[in-house]
């Protein structure tokens, strides 16, 4: 076995890009500045970032002043949830794969303000049921959230379709987007999303930065939750986080620039590892084949306990789920989602690739947990 680390869970989070970094480091030491001061220093930083607010933008399709920077994607949600109103409408609707940040923060917030949610069933493919949707939203409906790409699963919905479906209703459509920018092209006008989060550090950028999209003809809906200052025009005050937002703003442009380089190398090294492993006796995909990112492959190991394998398997790095219970006894929320049992979401494993990734790295993980496999099943 090598003594090297081999990274395979991406979804959870990257590697920082040498230029990201590159970027960042004057805006410590060198243009340290507030951007909210009104000296020349000030305004010079100021500068740098109304920039980064246009290649934040650039990414995404938006306008820049549709950006609000937050601490990352579950404060954008926090915001999303927690900030929309619109006269009398109380009820919200998501679905029961939804990432944690998401289920729950409507869950919390229905509570405490007395509104009404629905948390709807998946296909087996983990595809949203389009008429079950329809059928849910009411004219008492405020928003629906459904996520672009699954962080577990790596399913895309059909977001375009959904947004017709909720706008026809006259709700509003939030999307967590947080898997999906940075790797695949999303343009939040062509998918008619109303609010959309994500971070920076799932596409190589900082961790503690992220941003929310919030739409022209949503703007007067939203309430900030973070008050005292009034940056950002109201919508989340606070000193912003320079170095974070310069750095996010790297991000986004090397990945508009690379996205589809980048997009075939992992697919490849994908594909080779879920076919090599699907060789294995009682392995199996969970969640659509046909629908799904490039970099994500979610399978089964029949009577082979995750956390085990995980463990075993030291130097490389994989998951059973989301980052936030990566190693757990209790089996993740996604998986019952899609109608597995307990034990074989216990027996699950999470691949999420990279760019960095390369074909020896996939031969010695192949390797390995073929070994430790049969292994275990012999036990």
Do not use: W
């Not at 919200?92 to 998401?102: G, I, N, Q, S, W």
């Not at 900082?206 to 929310?212: D, E, F, Q, S, V």
């Not at 900030?224 to 991000?251: C, D, E, H």
Request: net charge neutral; aromatic share 6%.
């Amino acid at each position: 076995m090598t003594s090297r680390n081999i990274y395979l869970d991406h979804n959870a989070t990257t590697r920082l890009d040498e230029n990201v970094l590159e970027a960042m480091i004057p805006f410590f030491t060198e243009y340290y500045e507030n951007p909210g001061s009104s000296h020349l220093a000030g305004l010079t930083v100021n500068e740098y970032i109304e920039e980064a607010f246009r290649q934040v933008a650039d990414l995404i399709g938006s306008r820049e002043d549709e950006i609000v920077f937050t601490s990352g994607a579950t404060e954008s949600i926090n915001l999303a949830v927690r900030g929309i109103f619109k006269g009398k409408k109380n009820h919200v609707v998501t679905l029961c794969t939804e990432h944690k940040a998401v289920l729950d923060t409507i869950k919390d917030h229905a509570e405490k303000n007395h509104l009404t949610h629905s948390i709807l069933p998946v296909q087996k493919d983990g595809m949203a049921d389009l008429d079950l949707l329809e059928g849910t939203i009411t004219d008492k409906t405020l928003l629906v959230s459904v996520m672009l790409v699954n962080n577990e699963t790596g399913t895309i919905q059909d977001i375009k379709k959904i947004s017709k479906l909720v706008h026809d209703k006259g709700a509003f459509l939030l999307c967590d987007a947080t898997q999906a920018v940075g790797k695949i092209p999303v343009d939040v006008q062509e998918l008619g999303i109303d609010l959309m989060a994500f971070s920076a550090h799932k596409f190589h950028g900082p961790k503690g930065i992220g941003a929310l999209y919030v739409s022209n003809t949503v703007k007067k809906y939203l309430n900030s939750q973070i008050t005292g200052g009034g940056q950002q025009k109201n919508r989340r005050s606070g000193t912003l986080n320079v170095p974070g937002i310069i750095g996010m703003a790297k991000a986004c442009e090397i990945a508009q620039k690379n996205m589809g380089h980048h997009a075939a190398h992992i697919k490849i090294l994908r594909d080779e590892l879920e076919n090599r492993l699907l060789a294995i006796d009682g392995t199996a995909i969970n969640g659509s084949v046909q629908n799904r990112i490039f970099n994500t492959a979610n399978m089964v190991f029949k009577n082979v306990f995750s956390e085990q394998l995980i463990i075993s398997l030291q130097h490389i790095s994989v998951s059973s789920g989301s980052a936030c219970s990566s190693v757990t006894t209790k089996p993740s929320h996604v998986l019952k989602g899609l109608g597995l049992s307990d034990e074989d979401a216990l027996c699950s494993i999470r691949f999420s690739l990279g760019k960095d990734n390369t074909k020896e790295e996939i031969d010695a993980v192949v390797k390995r947990i073929s070994k430790l496999v049969a292994q275990f099943r012999k036990e």
